[in-house]
């Protein structure tokens, strides 16, 4: 079946640090691959994604590479701000299998301090 | 962009009462929504998935007696909780999938609702 391991945290970085958080996955098939982020008390919003191997997805100063030979998709930004403290989430959907269904990592818990 | 709003945002009850969580797509039509639900510092569990005109399909252990999802049109599914009790208290997030073109980058994109945040007293 499918499953996604990412870094549990919490991480806790100053403002300007560079930021990894790691995440692999199993599953068969070409999966599509998603970073999500969900500020405190709200819903989920798409980071990035990447849709097939060697994609990078890169949005608001993040970035992710689709690694297919290590299974990874881990996200990175070089220099967080205290606004980017949030829960990330990495998932993947196997839409191959036709169920279209998102099965996400743990999260991972991000505080930037000033 | 896509947005899907959920109805209401909080929602306290008594124990033994039904609560009803709309989940609607704003401007686009969704054959596909999905309730989530999300203990506190654990990640999402999916619940089931809402197909419009069938009925939902449920996750291993999910009660469909307790959790009726009802997906009456491409915009609009809900989710009741019934005879609620203190332990079904939790954030529950819906998601919507907008169906595109397939192999299209946005072919199985999902977009989610703000979560509604139950607690049963």
New interface residues.
């Given amino acids: 079946g499918n499953s996604v391991t990412q870094m549990e945290g919490p991480v806790t970085l100053s403002e300007e640090a560079f930021l990894t958080i790691n995440c692999t996955y199993t599953a068969t098939g070409y999966p599509s691959l998603f970073w999500y982020v969900q500020y405190p008390g709200e819903g989920l919003q798409l980071l990035l994604k990447a849709t097939k191997a060697d994609d990078k997805g890169s949005n608001k100063g993040f970035e992710a590479t689709y690694r297919k030979e290590t299974t990874s998709f881990h996200l990175e930004k070089g220099s967080v701000q205290v606004s980017d403290s949030a829960v990330y989430f990495c998932a993947l959907s196997n839409s191959g299998a036709g169920s279209y269904q998102l099965t996400f990592g743990k999260g991972t818990k991000l505080s930037v301090i000033p | 962009g896509a947005v899907v709003s959920?109805h209401p945002s909080r929602v306290i009850c008594k124990s033994g009462t039904s609560v009803k969580i709309e989940c609607r797509s704003l401007d686009f039509q969704a054959t596909?929504m999905?309730w989530y639900r999300q203990f506190p510092?654990?990640?999402?569990m999916?619940m089931a998935?809402s197909n419009e005109g069938s009925k939902a399909t449920y996750e291993q252990g999910v009660e469909k007696d307790k959790f009726l999802i009802n997906h009456a049109s491409l915009t609009l599914s809900t989710l009741t909780v019934t005879s609620a009790h203190p332990e079904d208290s939790s954030f529950y997030?819906c998601?919507a999938?907008r169906p595109g073109l397939a192999g299209g980058?946005s072919?199985?994109?999902?977009?989610?609702?703000?979560?509604t945040?139950l607690t049963v007293l």
Avoid at chain 2, 41 to 44: A, D, Q, R
Avoid at chain 2, 107 to 115: A, L
């Fill in positions: 959920q596909t999905f510092k654990k990640s999402l999916l998935t997030i998601s999938r980058s072919y199985n994109e999902q977009f989610f609702g703000p979560g945040r």
